[in-house]
């Protein structure tokens, strides 16, 4: 890509950046594109017409932390999530501590699988 996604791409690397949100920019339609040295342009533009994204962080308890916190983590998070509104779009990422592999087994309700 050239012009503005470069200097987007440029702006993140001098300011040691990885992620960024770009408002407004009128691009059309739901995709996805490299946009240079490693970087990815997602973008979700629709035809005038305003569309809610709800945008979620989430860090999960780590492993030594005790049963009880982990399961209030999962319950406030469901509970979070219940309040969006189908109709609205969720992005959600972040660190959920989830352990995978063959040790991992009877623990599936607290660290995920």
Same mark, same amino acid.
């Given at each position: %890509?050239? +012009?503005?996604?470069?200097?987007? #791409?440029?702006? %993140?690397?001098?300011?040691?950046?990885?992620?960024?949100? #770009?408002?407004?920019?009128?691009?059309?339609?739901?995709?996805?594109? /490299?946009? +240079?040295? +490693?970087?990815?342009?997602?973008?979700?533009?629709?035809?005038?017409?305003?569309?809610? #994204?709800?945008? %979620?962080?989430?860090?999960?308890?780590? %492993?030594?932390? &005790? /049963?009880?916190?982990?399961?209030?983590?999962?319950?406030?998070?469901?509970? &979070?999530?219940?309040?969006?509104?189908?109709?609205?779009?969720?992005?959600?990422?972040?660190?959920?501590? !989830?352990?995978?592999?063959?040790?991992?087994?009877?623990? /599936? &309700?607290?660290? !995920?699988?």
């Amino acid at each position: %890509m050239t +012009g503005r996604g470069q200097e987007i #791409v440029e702006l %993140m690397e001098r300011r040691r950046i990885n992620i960024t949100f #770009v408002q407004e920019t009128k691009w059309k339609e739901c995709k996805a594109r /490299e946009i +240079g040295n +490693g970087f990815k342009l997602f973008y979700n533009g629709s035809n005038g017409k305003r569309e809610i #994204v709800n945008i %979620m962080s989430a860090y999960a308890p780590q %492993m030594g932390c &005790d /049963e009880e916190e982990k399961t209030q983590f999962w319950e406030d998070l469901e509970e &979070d999530l219940r309040e969006i509104p189908e109709s609205e779009r969720l992005w959600i990422g972040g660190d959920f501590n !989830g352990h995978c592999g063959s040790n991992n087994r009877g623990k /599936e &309700d607290t660290i !995920g699988i």
